[in-house]
């Protein structure tokens, strides 16, 4: 199947500071997503981005799906964008959707 | 959250006991998916559904069986639980299956224990 790495894996920050979180694939993948899990648990849906870039105030998202890699941006990072961040896609346009292990931000006030 | 919810959001259970998992939604969306999450594999997918009676497997569907008799409730059943199912169970809701710009939803978590 289609690997994927997601880096880098632990990431702190001081609050302010900014930051690219990346989604590397072996092979072409569709249905790409980024969601965070905030540290209570709960998962939330940030970005569907099979391709493009997209914006939603200050966190953005790029993927070049013709180079493998999508991109998740954090501007002026706060101490609530705490977490874990993952990419998920599936292979081949099924439902099969596989999550990568996902990269732990940490944000210090 | 709004429209999904798990039950229950937290179970202790014995080794060898069968053990089911409700995930309710009021969206009437046609997708449901069941995840485990564990530490250092993040998470996988273990059952979906694409509609009433219509379920397949995803990478871990080993020990775990499904079932949706009704378009707002899918079960996961473990038969007869291990330790290695000890983990956090999702479930999550969309309504179609080409297109995730909306409605891409998680329920909020069972946390399940196999003692």
Known sequence: GIQVEQSPPDLILQEGANSTLRCN?????????????????????LFYIPS???QNGRL????????????????????????VYFCRYSQGGSEKLV??????????? | ?????????????????????????TENH????????????????????????????????????VSRS????????LESATSSQTSVYFCAISPLAGNREDGYTFGSGTRLTVV
């Not at chain 2, 959250?1 to 089911?20: C, F, L």
Request: hydrophobic fraction near 25%; proline fraction near 4%.
């Open chain 2, 1 to 25: 959250d709004a429209g999904i919810t798990q039950s229950p959001r937290h179970k202790v259970t014995e080794t060898g006991t069968p053990v089911t998992l409700r995930c309710h939604q």
């Open chain 2, 70 to 77: 009704k378009t707002e409730d899918f079960l996961l059943t």
């Open chain 2, 30 to 65: 046609r997708y449901m998916y069941w995840y485990r999450q564990d530490p250092g594999h993040g998470l996988r997918l273990i059952h979906y559904s694409y509609g009433v009676k219509d379920t397949d497997k995803g990478e871990v569907s080993d020990g775990y069986s």
């Open chain 1, 99 to 109: 999550f990568g292990k996902g990269t732990k931000l940490t944000v210090n006030p």
């Open chain 1, 25 to 45: 694939f072996s092979d072409s993948v569709n249905n790409l997503q980024w969601f965070h899990q905030n540290p209570w648990g709960q998962l939330i849906n």
């Open chain 1, 60 to 83: 953005s998202a790029t993927t070049v799906a013709t180079e493998r890699y999508s991109l998740l941006y954090i501007s002026s990072s706060q101490t609530t964008d705490s977490g």
């Open chain 1, 52 to 54: 493009g870039t997209k």
